[in-house]
C-alpha cells in the first residue's frame, strides 16, 4: 500500500520480505539472545570465583552494563513481531501503541544512554589506568565507580524525560480506537533542540570520544608490550602484564564493538538522512533496508558483550563452566608456574 504525503510516495511499514525477515525473525533473536546472555552475566559476576579475579570498580561497571542492555533487550525484543504484524483487534493495537509510546519510546532511549555513557566510562577509565598505571588504582574506588554507574542511571532518566511528552491521544476518538498524536511540545523547537542535543551527547560525542581513547589504549598497550619483552621481569611481574593485557584486550573489544554497531544509526535519523539525500528519500525502500540493518547491528552491541567476555576473561569461562551439564569436560591448561599468594594480582 503506497501514501502520498508531500509529493512524497510513503510505503506501509514492513513492506518488503527483508524487512519481515529482519525484523521478525533476526531482531526478535537477536534481543532473546542478549537478554539471556545479560542474565547470564550478571549470574557470573556475584559468583566468588569470579570477583576475586577482577577489581571491584570493573566488576561494578560492567554490572551496570549487563543491566542496562539486558534491559534494553526486552523492551526491544516485541517491536520487531509488532512492526511487521497488523493487530487482530482494535483492544491489540491499543496495547500495543500504548507500549510503545508509553513505555518504548522513554525507556528504550533511557537505556540506550545508560549503556552509551558507561561503555565510554569504561573506555576512558582504561586509557587512564594504562597511561597513569603508578596510583591510579586509589582514582577508581568502587565506591566512587557505584556513584558514578548511579549518577548516569539517573542523569540518562532525567535528560529522556521529554520522551514522556512526545505524544497523546486523541480523545475525541473512542479508546479502543485511539491513534498517538504529536503533543504541542514535540512540534516546538524546543524538542528539536533536545533531539540534537541527544544526538551529540549520545551518539556522536561518545562514539568520538571512545575512538580517541581506543587509538591511546591500543598504542600503549602495544609500547607496554614491547617494554616488557625486552626487560627482564620477575614470574609475579609476567603474570600482572599478561592479566592486565587480557582485561585491556576484553574492556577494548567492548567499546570497539559499541562503536562499530552504533556508527550506522544516527547518519539514519530522518533529519540527517533528508539533508543528504533528499525530503523523500527517508520513504524509499533502501532507507527502510538501512534502518532494518541499523536497528538489527546496533541490538548486537547490547546483546554480544557475553562473547567478548568469554574469549578475553579465563576467570568468566572458568565460572561459566560450573553453570555447564559438560563442566567435567572443560579443562583450561595454565602452564605458567603457580604463583604465590603475594605473588597474585587482581585485574
Given at each position: 500500500?503506497?501514501?502520498?504525503?508531500?509529493?512524497?510516495?510513503?510505503?506501509?511499514?514492513?513492506?518488503?520480505?527483508?524487512?519481515?525477515?529482519?525484523?521478525?525473525?533476526?531482531?526478535?533473536?537477536?534481543?532473546?539472545?542478549?537478554?539471556?546472555?545479560?542474565?547470564?552475566?550478571?549470574?557470573?559476576?556475584?559468583?566468588?570465583?569470579?570477583?576475586?579475579?577482577?577489581?571491584?570498580?570493573?566488576?561494578?561497571?560492567?554490572?551496570?552494563?549487563?543491566i542496562a542492555d539486558g534491559l534494553y533487550c526486552f523492551v526491544?525484543?516485541?517491536?520487531?513481531?509488532?512492526?511487521?504484524?497488523?493487530?487482530?483487534?482494535?483492544?491489540?493495537?491499543?496495547?500495543?501503541?500504548?507500549?510503545?509510546?508509553?513505555?518504548?519510546?522513554?525507556?528504550?532511549?533511557?537505556?540506550?544512554?545508560?549503556?552509551?555513557?558507561?561503555?565510554?566510562?569504561?573506555?576512558?577509565?582504561?586509557?587512564?589506568?594504562?597511561?597513569?598505571?603508578?596510583?591510579?588504582?586509589?582514582?577508581?574506588?568502587?565506591?566512587?565507580?557505584?556513584?558514578?554507574?548511579?549518577s548516569i542511571f539517573l542523569a540518562a532518566v532525567i535528560f529522556?524525560?521529554?520522551?514522556?511528552?512526545?505524544?497523546?491521544?486523541?480523545?475525541?476518538?473512542?479508546?479502543?480506537?485511539?491513534?498517538?498524536?504529536?503533543?504541542?511540545?514535540?512540534?516546538?523547537?524546543?524538542?528539536?533542540?533536545?533531539?540534537?542535543?541527544?544526538?551529540?551527547?549520545?551518539?556522536?560525542?561518545?562514539?568520538?570520544?571512545?575512538?580517541?581513547?581506543?587509538?591511546?589504549?591500543?598504542?600503549?598497550?602495544?609500547?607496554?608490550?614491547?617494554?616488557?619483552?625486552?626487560?627482564?621481569?620477575?614470574?609475579?611481574?609476567?603474570?600482572?602484564?599478561?592479566?592486565?593485557?587480557?582485561?585491556?584486550?576484553?574492556?577494548?573489544?567492548?567499546?570497539?564493538?559499541?562503536?562499530?554497531?552504533?556508527?550506522?544509526?544516527?547518519?539514519?535519523?530522518?533529519?540527517?538522512?533528508?539533508?543528504?539525500?533528499?525530503?523523500?528519500?527517508?520513504?524509499?525502500?533502501?532507507?527502510?533496508?538501512?534502518?532494518?540493518?541499523?536497528?538489527?547491528?546496533?541490538?548486537?552491541?547490547?546483546?554480544?558483550?557475553?562473547?567478548c567476555y568469554c574469549i578475553f576473561n579465563r576467570s568468566f569461562?572458568?565460572?561459566?563452566?560450573?553453570?555447564?551439564?559438560?563442566?567435567?569436560?572443560?579443562?583450561?591448561?595454565?602452564?605458567?608456574?603457580?604463583?604465590?599468594?603475594?605473588?597474585?594480582?587482581?585485574?
Open positions: 500500500m503506497y501514501i502520498t504525503m508531500a509529493n512524497c510516495t510513503i510505503k506501509e511499514k514492513c513492506s518488503t520480505t527483508a524487512e519481515f525477515i529482519g525484523y521478525v525473525y533476526i531482531l526478535t533473536t537477536v534481543c532473546a539472545l542478549g537478554v539471556l546472555f545479560n542474565i547470564t552475566n550478571l549470574t557470573i559476576f556475584v559468583q566468588k570465583s569470579f570477583s576475586e579475579k577482577i577489581s571491584a570498580a570493573t566488576r561494578i561497571y560492567i554490572t551496570g552494563l549487563s526491544l525484543m516485541p517491536m520487531g513481531i509488532m512492526r511487521c504484524n497488523e493487530p487482530s483487534n482494535p483492544e491489540e493495537n491499543l496495547f500495543w501503541t500504548i507500549y510503545e509510546v508509553v513505555i518504548f519510546l522513554p525507556s528504550a532511549n533511557t537505556l540506550v544512554a545508560t549503556s552509551i555513557w558507561i561503555t565510554l566510562v569504561i573506555s576512558v577509565e582504561r586509557c587512564i589506568f594504562i597511561r597513569l598505571f603508578s596510583g591510579v588504582r586509589e582514582v577508581f574506588l568502587p565506591k566512587r565507580a557505584k556513584l558514578i554507574v548511579s529522556n524525560l521529554p520522551y514522556y511528552f512526545y505524544y497523546d491521544f486523541d480523545k475525541s476518538l473512542k479508546y479502543s480506537s485511539m491513534d498517538p498524536i504529536y503533543t504541542e511540545f514535540a512540534l516546538t523547537i524546543y524538542f528539536e533542540i533536545f533531539s540534537w542535543t541527544r544526538l551529540a551527547l549520545v551518539k556522536y560525542i561518545p562514539i568520538t570520544i571512545v575512538v580517541i581513547a581506543n587509538g591511546i589504549l591500543i598504542r600503549a598497550t602495544w609500547v607496554s608490550l614491547r617494554k616488557s619483552s625486552t626487560m627482564q621481569t620477575t614470574l609475579s611481574m609476567s603474570r600482572r602484564a599478561k592479566a592486565q593485557t587480557r582485561m585491556t584486550g576484553m574492556l577494548l573489544s567492548i567499546s570497539t564493538l559499541f562503536v562499530v554497531c552504533n556508527v550506522l544509526e544516527p547518519l539514519l535519523l530522518p533529519d540527517v538522512y533528508t539533508t543528504i539525500f533528499g525530503k523523500c528519500s527517508q520513504y524509499d525502500d533502501q532507507y527502510n533496508i538501512l534502518l532494518m540493518i541499523a536497528n538489527i547491528v546496533e541490538s548486537v552491541s547490547f546483546a554480544s558483550n557475553f562473547v569461562r572458568m565460572t561459566l563452566g560450573k553453570f555447564l551439564p559438560c563442566e567435567s569436560n572443560i579443562i583450561e591448561v595454565d602452564t605458567q608456574p603457580v604463583a604465590t599468594v603475594k605473588e597474585t594480582f587482581r585485574t
